[in-house]
């Protein structure tokens, strides 16, 4: 009897061990990361704004870039303005920008500062503090755009964008056509494709 309950006393914590180790059913599913969701903002002027595109909403670039390049999850928000000077956007347009807390930013300016005399080295200046302010709110990708072709409207900074993004080591798009009709929703998809393409490449 004092054998039997000896072996009882041995067997216990050896069942009782038994019982608490876990089943293996398999490997346990890898958790999927986490993405951060793409806030993209556009900045700039006329060239952003599309006054006078037939339903600009749809066929506008900046709304053709949002649909046609950007994940599902992505927000948009744009806060061009007309006739605005890359002066003029550090002081009304940034603070909106940053409030929205943006991972990608398309700069457009240059017709607005044509109208209103701006000097070339007063658009290298303004347009490099706005690309710093980005880069320090923790921007992700700024992308800085122009049109290069003499009869485009805003196209005498063209040099001076393309500038300015190469020594913030930002991307530089230079965009198609030459804006005689910016109201062509082909125009507005070119430039959406063309922005899209070098986002991907």
């Known amino acids: 009897?004092?054998?039997?309950?000896a072996a009882l006393a041995l067997l216990l914590p050896l069942a009782a061990s038994c019982a608490s180790a876990p089943t293996q059913t398999g490997a346990v599913p890898a958790?999927?990361?986490?993405?951060?969701?793409?806030?993209f903002v556009s900045l700039g002027g006329n060239e952003t704004l599309?006054?006078?595109?037939?339903n600009s909403f749809k066929n506008g670039w900046t709304q053709q870039l949002f649909v046609n390049g950007l994940p599902r999850s992505a927000i948009h928000v744009n806060l061009?303005?007309?006739?605005?000077?890359?002066?003029s956007a550090i002081e009304r347009q940034l603070p909106k920008a940053?409030?929205?807390?943006?991972?990608?930013?398309?700069?457009?300016?240059?017709?607005?500062?044509v109208r209103t005399g701006t000097s070339d080295s007063a658009f290298t200046r303004d347009l490099t503090a706005?690309?710093?302010?980005?880069e320090q709110s923790g921007v992700r990708q700024i992308v800085v755009l122009a049109r290069e072709a003499p009869a485009a409207p805003?196209?005498?900074f063209a040099a001076a964008a393309k500038d300015v993004a190469t020594a913030m080591g930002v991307l530089y798009v230079a965009l198609?056509?030459?804006?005689?009709?910016?109201?062509?929703?082909?125009?507005?998809?070119?430039?959406?494709?063309?922005i899209r393409q070098r986002l991907a490449g």
Request: glycine share 8%; no cysteine.
């Open 176 to 194: 198609p056509g030459t804006s005689g009709n910016p109201v062509d929703p082909t125009t507005q998809t070119a430039i959406a494709d063309t």
């Open 80 to 87: 061009s303005s007309p006739d605005a000077t890359v002066a």
């Open 31 to 39: 958790t999927a990361p986490v993405e951060e969701p793409v806030v």
């Open 154 to 156: 805003g196209s005498r």
């Open 130 to 134: 706005l690309v710093q302010q980005l």
């Open 1 to 5: 009897m004092k054998a039997r309950v």
């Open 50 to 54: 599309n006054r006078g595109l037939e």
């Open 98 to 113: 940053l409030e929205s807390r943006p991972t990608l930013v398309t700069l457009w300016f240059g017709e607005g500062d």
